[in-house]
């Protein structure tokens, strides 16, 4: 527990230092490809973008799916919005990979041979709105009270509006607002792999800017939930959108939303998407984790409720046999008295008076030893201190010498065999009562990898045979049994008895649920 507490007091710093040497290294590389003359951002090869649309389709696809089931499953509106967020990534993705695949690349304006504005536009409008849905979900993280969301309506609502988007700009795509100077489409289809200049295309880089700043607060918004909660989701997503912000950067110096080529800014959103899978999947095997551990909580809590009403049943009724059956014998025990004492009996007549007399001691004996095992069977506490007023008691009640010795406080075993191992005993000292003739009786208990007790008698013991079932032996063999332990009997004529058992005790704590 301390190791966890020191884990969980160093890892936002770890995770801190982390966001920091990234940030420092994605700065280094951006300012590389901006100023060195001879940094080529992107490379032209048709397999290799198609793979990279693919792969990106997918991963977001992924990342939209696994948010979108766990938003629903765990009423979470920030995992709705993300789902959302990349589900209009997905429909973005999937829309280059279609047209580069059929073949109608440049029908929208989408090769290097006459690049124009439509594949940029859907890239800027694509990508703001899903930074807006990612600046909306790290807010609903961590808001105290987040929005109720419709989850069907979230998922499909923003890439909608985004698709109807896009099918006015083609119809209308020879009015389309100017992103890229024609100097800028001519510089990018006579060198496609060479960084535009920052100042040719100034209004892209605005809208770029304003797309990764967005990007950033998002993460900064990640950032602040990590902080929070320690959840690694948050911290893996909180990386992502830096590398999501600084993408846009380099969507900025190469747009890559044309066939055929590959950009920097695409591997890096690349990135981007599969640090966000790696931390939903992450989720979702510690919401799995949570789930079981709860699972067994509620098992753990419901068996020991049972035990508690068990217990409680047994106390009741301990106290309906002491006040109604003891009192109905003790007062059948003292009216016979008084009859023999009237009546004079002699002969059979008082042979029948005492065995009348006998009968209702014997009776009135196990009435006693009933309502003493079911309040030692209702009680609580450490197991050794009431074995030793069980053997106390006995003592007291019955005139014998009896004795408890241990090696040291023993484990908590659970209410249910901690209450079935004292039945036992109580059947053994029964046992000795009824049947040893016995002077002393001994209860030795101690711990070595298991529980070992033992009931040892000097009384006159009596031949074993391996299957006898007498002196209620087949009673505590059967209690025994439910609780995973083994009884083992030790006795020869006129030397004693000695009743063992043993029970593992890592089975009497799964036996009790813990």
């Known amino acids: 527990m301390i190791a966890e507490r020191e884990i969980r007091r160093h890892a936002p710093a770890g995770v801190d230092l982390a966001l920091v040497l990234l940030a420092l290294a994605l700065a280094l590389t951006t300012s590389v490809v901006a100023t060195a003359p001879t940094a080529a951002p992107a490379l032209v090869n048709d397999r290799f973008s198609i793979g990279i649309s693919t792969a990106a389709m997918l991963i977001s696809g992924a990342v939209a799916a696994l948010d979108w089931a766990r938003g629903r499953v765990a009423h979470d509106a920030a995992a709705l919005l993300r789902s959302s967020a990349f589900a209009v990534l997905v429909l973005l993705n999937g829309l280059n990979l279609v047209v580069g695949l059929v073949g109608i690349d440049a029908a929208f304006g989408a090769t290097l041979d006459d690049p124009g504005q439509l594949p940029v536009l859907a890239s800027v409008v694509g990508r703001g709105v899903a930074a807006i849905l990612l600046v909306a979900a790290g807010w609903a993280a961590i808001s105290r009270r987040p929005p109720n969301l419709r989850p069907v309506l979230v998922l499909v609502g923003p890439a909608a509006v985004v698709l109807v988007l896009l099918l006015v700009a083609v119809l209308a795509r020879d009015d389309l607002p100017v992103l890229l100077p024609p100097e800028a489409l001519e510089s990018l289809a006579a060198e496609p792999t060479a960084p535009l200049p920052l100042a040719i295309a100034p209004v892209l880089v605005a809208v770029q800017g304003i797309i990764g700043i967005s990007f950033l607060v998002a993460g900064v918004l990640a950032h602040r939930s990590f902080r929070r909660s320690g959840r690694a989701l948050d911290a893996l997503l909180a990386a992502g959108l830096m590398v999501a912000a600084f993408s846009q950067v380099h969507s900025a110096l190469h747009p890559g939303s044309f066939s055929s080529i590959v950009t920097l800014g695409d591997l890096l959103r690349l990135v981007f998407y ?165 002077t002393v009786v001994r209860v030795d208990v101690k711990t070595n990898g298991e529980l070992v007790l033992a009931v040892t008698d000097n009384g006159r013991g009596f031949l074993t045979d391996g299957g006898s079932s007498g002196f209620g032996l087949e009673s505590m063999r059967q209690r025994a049994a439910v609780i995973g332990a083994r009884i083992s009997v030790t006795s020869e004529p006129q030397n004693g008895t000695r009743v063992e058992l043993r029970m593992p005790i890592m089975r009497a704590r799964e036996e009790d649920g813990g």
């Open 274 to 438: 599969a640090l966000l899978l790696i931390g939903v999947v992450a989720e979702a095997r510690d919401d799995l984790a949570d789930l079981r551990a709860a699972t067994l909580e509620v098992r753990r809590l419901a068996r020991a409720e049972f035990a508690a009403a068990a217990l409680e049943e047994r106390a009741r009724l301990a106290r309906e046999i002491h006040d109604g059956l003891a009192q109905d014998l003790w007062y059948a025990k003292l009216k016979q008295s008084r009859l023999a004492q009237v009546a004079g009996f002699a002969g059979e007549a008082q042979q029948l008076n005492n065995e009348v007399g006998d009968a209702i001691d014997n009776a009135l004996a196990e009435a006693r030893d009933a309502v003493a095992a079911m309040r030692q069977g209702a009680e609580s506490g450490p197991l050794l201190d009431i074995l030793a007023r069980q053997v106390d008691d006995f003592a007291d009640r019955f005139a014998l010498r009896a004795e408890l010795t241990s090696n040291g406080q023993l484990p908590e075993i659970g209410p249910r065999p901690q209450a079935e191992l004292l039945r036992i005993v109580q059947e053994a000292l029964t046992n000795v009562r009824k049947h040893a003739d016995a």
